[in-house]
């Protein structure tokens, strides 16, 4: 047998012992997270913000879609096709669908771990330690579209790894059409995001000689992005792909405003009384300070209906429309008035960000069935610490009150890991933009661009549920610190070699002569 045929062989007996301890891992951890009591929870299918009405989905769905402004359609329109096509009913469709989105982030994880270059064992290590942590199955088991990014962002990452390394269309195709799904699934990741993705993997790996299908892999992705911005500017005089970010904003800018403040802003004129009003709340509540509305698409449901057959309020409506316009304009001339309270709350969003994932509210019921687990995590692997938050704020103000202390808990492994993650990826950017990316650098440019912009977006325009937004990222993110101490792991034995030989050299030089008796330095 020659010397490629035994490295062939010996490469797939590892990996088969890499999918047999992934395999393993994953089905023993999802079975014992049942015994412990975590179940599968659809309940906000029917009443979720984010979700239109469940039986426009199943019977009016491409309208209902093209008629949505709150939000991208991606997610709704997974939930249409669930409703009309499944056999199975929609929550035990979701529930399967989430399991193998959980299978699938095992491999992911193992594979970027791999891709940038992190040995087999720890790579199998980390990716059972990640995947398997309290905080995944939380999210496995709640029905929302956190689940579905994280499983693509970190798909994304691989892409951009592979693509560098083989540049192979197929993976430059991947990555486009993950990047687009992401911009078409949460308001989170902005067009911009879609365009620096597709820059930082063209640089990385120029596509000589096909130069034309690798434009249209990257074109057609980004058409139907600007073809959604261009049906809601047509039809809904907006350029965003979520309306109500205004309301996001004003949380920010406006609810936590000092209330002597915020009504100084509304006599002097800088806000509208409408600045008075909180967000999510009936059409009721703003109608008294707005123009009287009358729905322009009254044959459209989705956009005339007040309420969902639920009777939760459609946010969809047509009505709010004015309501969204008008927070926005407040929510930004706050900003420009009180910039120091917009940055004071700010840095409470980042205390938000900093805490752990699994400290969120609509995870909570399954938390409290492996709350033991979950605490055991969080102080052994993200180090979470108790600490006097510098800032109190209206937003988040419920999640230290299950603890003795009532105080705040950072995460030192997320801030570390974050952190290295955005430097290695600007790193990684700088040498992509010079043509000097290895696969890694080309993967890591892209996880840390994608890192930095759900950490600036998800913190600086919202407040109140940041550690749920940083989830998305957050197996890439600790993927990335795998790598980093792994590297530095690595350098140590070199780095303490070069001090010794260092401290060698110091040694054997001869040392200065003493001076002899009655000899003195003469005066300089």
């Known amino acids: 047998m020659s010397r490629v045929a035994e490295l062939q062989g010996w490469v797939r007996t590892r990996d088969r012992v890499a999918v047999a301890v ?6 023993v951890s999802r079975f014992g997270y049942r015994l412990a009591g975590v ?15 469940n039986e426009l989905l199943r019977t009016r769905l491409l309208e209902s879609l093209w008629f949505q402004h709150t939000q991208p359609p991606l997610f709704n329109l997974l939930i249409g096709l669930v409703l009309r096509y499944s056999p199975l009913s929609a929550p035990r469709t979701f529930h399967l669908l989430w399991f193998l989105l959980g299978a699938a982030l095992v491999a992911l994880v193992y594979l970027v771990l791999r891709g940038l270059r992190v040995p087999r064992t720890v790579a199998l290590v980390a990716t059972v330690v990640i995947t398997c942590s309290p905080t995944v199955i939380l999210y496995e088991n709640w029905l929302s579209y956190e689940y579905p990014l994280t499983v693509a962002l970190t798909a994304l990452g691989l892409c951009a790894i592979r693509w560098a390394e083989t540049g192979r269309l197929a993976w430059l195709g991947g990555l486009t059409v993950l990047a687009a799904g992401g911009v078409l699934t949460r308001a989170l990741l902005h067009p911009l995001w879609y365009v620096g993705v597709v820059v930082l993997a063209l640089a990385a790996r120029r596509p000589a000689g096909r130069w034309r299908p690798a434009l249209a892999l990257t074109m057609v992705p980004a058409l139907l992005i600007g073809g959604v911005v261009v049906k809601n500017v047509v039809l809904f005089d907006t ?3 979520s309306s109500w970010a205004g309301w996001n904003l004003q949380r920010v800018t406006i609810d936590e405003l000092p209330e002597e403040t915020r009504s100084q802003l509304i006599a002097d004129g800088t806000l509208t009384p409408l600045a008075e009003r909180p967000v999510f ?5 703003y109608e008294d300070l707005m123009p009287p509305c009358t729905p322009a698409h009254p044959d459209v449901p989705v956009l005339a209906e007040e309420f969902k057959r639920t009777g939760r309020e459609n946010f969809n409506h047509e009505c709010y429309l004015p309501v969204y316009d008008e927070a926005l304009d407040n929510a930004v001339a706050a900003a420009r008035a009180e910039p120091r309270q917009t940055l004071r709350a700010v840095v409470g969003s980042f205390q938000i960000w900093g805490e752990s994932s699994s400290q969120y509210a609509f995870v909570y019921p399954n938390r409290l069935e492996i709350d033991g687990f979950d605490a055991a995590y969080r102080r052994v692997v993200l180090l979470d610490v108790p600490y006097d938050a510098p800032v109190r704020t209206d937003a988040g103000w419920w999640i230290p009150l299950d603890r003795p202390d009532l105080r705040r808990r950072l ?5 570390a890991a974050t952190s290295v993650t955005v430097a290695a990826g600007v790193r990684g950017g700088w040498r992509a933009l010079r043509g000097r990316a290895s696969p890694v650098d080309a993967g890591l440019a ?3 661009f994608t890192v930095l912009a759900v950490t600036l977006s998800g913190n600086l325009f919202e407040i109140g549920e940041n550690n749920r937004f940083r989830f998305v990222v957050e197996p890439l993110t600790l993927a990335v610190f795998v790598w980093f101490l792994t590297r530095v792991a690595q350098r140590l034995p070199r780095w303490w070699a070069t001090f010794g030989r260092v401290a060698r050299r110091e040694g054997e030089r001869p040392s200065a002569p003493e001076p002899s008796a009655g000899y003195s330095m003469p005066n300089r």
Not at 39 to 53: A, E
Not at 281 to 285: E, F, I, Q
Request: without cysteine; hydrophobic residues 50%.
């Open 39 to 53: 179940r599968y929870d659809p309940s906000l299918l029917d009443v979720h913000l984010q979700h239109l009405d």
């Open 411 to 415: 995460s030192l492994t997320i801030v």
């Open 446 to 448: 892209v996880i840390g």
């Open 281 to 285: 709340l009936p059409m009721d509540t």
């Open 239 to 241: 350029t965003l792909l």
């Open 22 to 27: 992934l395999t393993t891992a994953f089905v």
